[in-house]
């Protein structure tokens, strides 16, 4: 195995397990060279090691057959966790150039050799080609786009913003590999704001500050991400401002993003808010169902995993929150799959689920879910609530009951109370009788998913 496919394997550990557990327990870890068949890691120390084999030997072989079929062996040892620099490592697959180390640093001069060290390691899995538009990242992805094809600067800085886990980071990764393909020789620096801070503070204690300026001031590109970490902090944001001002005039490109727009950053100087709104501001909005579909599509696709419609219909309606907690479910129900041999099926999503559902899922009251139901069927809540027995509002009113019975944590009896004062003896039976249609009616069965996707909003 090569120190490429371990990147992956390290994305997708990272993605899975959350970003505390991957830096506690994988990314002290060091990739050792061998061959194709084996994966060799360092762990820094002895518990460490044990750790990792019992909580993550299996993930770990999961991800790494992914990549590279032919491994049938996993050693993990206990050494020296400096990486060592390699002569020649793989070449990241797809249309990902080759990176020193895979970060984002291209040939530089020797005044700003150091830059190599701040840059961030790039995914190769987060391209443009990768990345899928719907309406609400239009703008960001054609901007981004435009910057990396671009022979000169366009529009000074590309300033990108929105909620987590909407794809600012994936296009700031798309472009600096797109740039990296179309033009090694362009100097490209892509670190977070936090880092940038860290590297200012350690160059004044060091008293190193102009050799900082000169490093910086030397890039083609300086893409910086988060940059609302470097708020309320006054000397980073004093350096920023002058290194961003020093590049704009010497017509070098700048691209930044943030959780909001330039001038609702909190704690950020006027003058630095001013600065980052000069040239294009492109917003991420929050995910449509489309949009959700196609990422998950497209995710499916890229696992060679046959996942069910039904299924990543269900994921699409379910996770709304952000790209990362519904890329990160899909690769929770592939991987159960993978290791139990158990089908893909909307019910064993559930429960696999279960605890993002829950997180995700808004109320139900009963009154919501009534005035949905009642909607549904071309009546009113009146018209459910009231105790008349004809069919046309009868069976509606068993079809509520039974989705408060579903969807909601009430008792029978609360349940019954709510319609009309009735018996949870009612209630039971109104649940037994939809659930004995639905096991003969396939329709019945689907206005029923369709039904309860109307109430889960």
Do not use: C
């Not at 893409?223 to 010497?250: P, Y």
């Not at 009951?401 to 969807?407: C, D, P, R, S």
């Amino acid at each position: 195995m090569n120190q490429h496919q371990w990147h992956m394997v390290q994305e997708s550990l990272r993605h899975e397990l959350g970003q505390a557990a991957f830096d506690s327990w994988i990314r002290p870890i060091v990739f050792s060279p061998a061959d194709d068949h084996r994966l060799r890691l360092i762990a820094p120390t002895t518990l460490a090691r044990k750790w990792i084999e019992s909580h993550y030997t299996d993930r770990i072989r999961f991800f790494a057959r992914r990549v590279n079929p032919a491994l049938t062996d996993i050693t993990i040892d206990v050494g020296d966790t400096h990486p060592k620099p390699t002569a020649n490592d793989a070449k990241p697959a797809g249309n990902a150039a080759p990176l020193p180390s895979a970060s984002v640093v291209a040939t530089l001069p020797t005044a700003s050799a150091d830059l190599s060290r701040f840059s961030i390691q790039l995914d190769p899995r987060l391209t443009f080609e990768s990345f899928v538009v719907g309406k609400s990242n239009e703008l960001a992805f054609s901007a981004a786009r435009r910057i990396a094809d671009a022979d000169a600067v366009t529009f000074n800085p590309l300033f990108l913003y929105g909620g987590v886990g909407l794809g600012k980071t994936h296009l700031m990764h798309a472009i600096a590999w797109h740039i990296a393909e179309k033009t090694p020789q362009r100097r490209v620096v892509y670190l977070s704001a936090e880092k940038f801070m860290y590297e200012f503070v350690r160059a004044i204690r060091f008293k190193d500050t102009m050799a900082f300026k000169e490093m910086f001031r030397s890039v083609d590109v300086l893409m910086i991400d988060d940059v609302q970490f470097i708020s309320d902090k006054n000397s980073t944001q004093e350096e920023f401002f002058h290194t961003f001002n020093a590049l704009i005039d010497q017509n070098r490109q700048v691209i930044i993003s943030a959780d909001k727009s330039p001038s609702d950053l909190e704690g950020i100087h006027e003058r630095l808010k001013s600065r980052l709104a000069w040239g294009l501001v492109a917003d991420i909005h929050p995910t449509s169902y489309e949009l959700r579909l196609g990422i998950l599509q497209n995710k499916a696709a890229a696992l060679g995993m046959a996942i069910p419609q039904d299924v990543i219909a269900f994921l699409a309606e379910s996770i709304t929150s952000n790209v990362r907690e519904l890329e990160g479910a899909l690769n929770r129900i592939t991987a159960h799959a993978d290791i139990t041999a158990a089908p893909i099926t909307i019910e064993n999503t559930r429960i696999q689920l279960r605890d993002m559902l829950r997180s995700q899922a808004k109320p139900i009251t009963l009154e919501s879910l009534t005035k949905t139901v009642a909607a549904h069927y071309r009546l009113t809540l009146q018209d459910i609530l009231a105790s008349t027995r004809l069919r046309t509002i009868a069976r509606p009113r068993q079809v509520a009951m039974f989705m408060a019975k579903e969807l909601t944590p009430l008792s029978l009896p609360e349940i019954g109370k709510y319609y009309g004062g009735k018996d949870h003896t009612t209630v039971m039976y109104a649940v037994r009788k939809i659930r004995q249609i639905m096991d003969h009616d396939p329709d019945f069965a689907e206005d029923m998913q369709t039904l309860r996707q109307k109430i889960l909003g």
